[in-house]
Nanobody, 120 residues
C-alpha cells in the first residue's frame, strides 16, 4: 500500500521559512516524478513545484526564487524548502507522485496534506 505522508507545516510570520517533508512508503520511489501542490482557501489546487526522477525541477512563477524542491532517493523523501513566505502562500500543501511507464501514466498518489499558514 502506497503512502505519502507530509510533515512540517505550521504557522509562520511573513518573511519566515518552513521546510515541508514528504515520506513515501510502499513504492519504488526513484522512478517517480514528485511534486508539491497547494490549495488555498476558496481556491483551486495548484501545482507549486516538481522534481523529476532525474532531478530536474520546475516551479510556478509565484514561488520562483523563494521555494526549493529536492529529493533524497535513499530516504524515499521529497522536500520543499519555503523561504520569504507571504500570506498568499497560506494553503494546504500536498505531496504528489506520478510515473509514466512505457508511455502510460500510472496511478498517481497523493498525501493527506499539511497546513501552512503565513500570518502575523
Amino acid at each position: 500500500q502506497v503512502q505519502l505522508v507530509e510533515t512540517g507545516g505550521g504557522l509562520v510570520q511573513p518573511g519566515g521559512s518552513l521546510r515541508l517533508s514528504c515520506a513515501a512508503s510502499g513504492m519504488i520511489f526513484s522512478p517517480y516524478n514528485m511534486g508539491w501542490y497547494r490549495q488555498g482557501p476558496g481556491k483551486q489546487r495548484e501545482l507549486v513545484a516538481t522534481i523529476s526522477s532525474g532531478g530536474s525541477t520546475k516551479y510556478v512563477d509565484s514561488v520562483k526564487g523563494r521555494f526549493t524542491i529536492s529529493r533524497d532517493n535513499p530516504k524515499n523523501a521529497v522536500y520543499l524548502q519555503m523561504n520569504s513566505l507571504k500570506p498568499e502562500d497560506t494553503a494546504v500543501y500536498y505531496c504528489n507522485a506520478e510515473r509514466v511507464l512505457y508511455g502510460t501514466p500510472l496511478q498517481p498518489y497523493w498525501g493527506q496534506g499539511t497546513q501552512v499558514t503565513v500570518s502575523s
